[in-house]
């Protein structure tokens, strides 16, 4: 991707990210957005979720203006990795959810809660 390219960025938002939101924000100049936060287990395990995030992704790539990142969050390497390795291959880049300050990622031990010194370890083996 062009650096300079990169100007307007839509930041993902939790459940409201999806196809339409970085449509809009695309045609009032976003150069790069962001999928919602996605599960990685429900990635893996809900087929139905990840035929709907994929088809999503698809139509994204069908209209293509602006590059798509896809955001996934969890504490479980091997998990988060195969999730990545999933739905990579429909978007631009993965992104690992470390900004989340909400009370689910709190309580899932994901996102901001991942930025400790005790879990650096945890997020070294997740890149």
């Known amino acids: 991707m062009d650096r300079k390219a990169l100007k307007y960025i839509a930041a993902p938002m939790v459940n409201q990210s999806d196809l339409p939101f970085r449509s809009l ?19 893996l395990d809900d087929q139905e979720y990840l035929e709907f995030h994929v088809r999503d992704l698809n139509m994204a790539a069908a209209e293509k203006k602006a590059p798509v ?18 739905i990579e291959s429909y978007s631009d880049g993965i992104d690992l959810n470390l900004g989340c300050p909400q009370e689910a990622a709190r309580d899932g031990h ?18």
Request: include cysteine; charged fraction near 20%; glycine fraction near 10%.
């Open 25 to 43: 924000v695309e045609n009032y100049g976003a150069t790069l957005t962001y999928t919602q936060m996605l599960a990685p287990d429900r990635l």
């Open 69 to 86: 990142v896809v955001q996934l969050c969890g504490n479980d390497p091997e998990l988060v990795v195969r999730a990545g390795r999933k």
């Open 110 to 127: 994901y996102g901001a809660y991942l930025l400790g010194q005790k879990d650096w370890p945890l997020v070294e083996n997740i890149g």
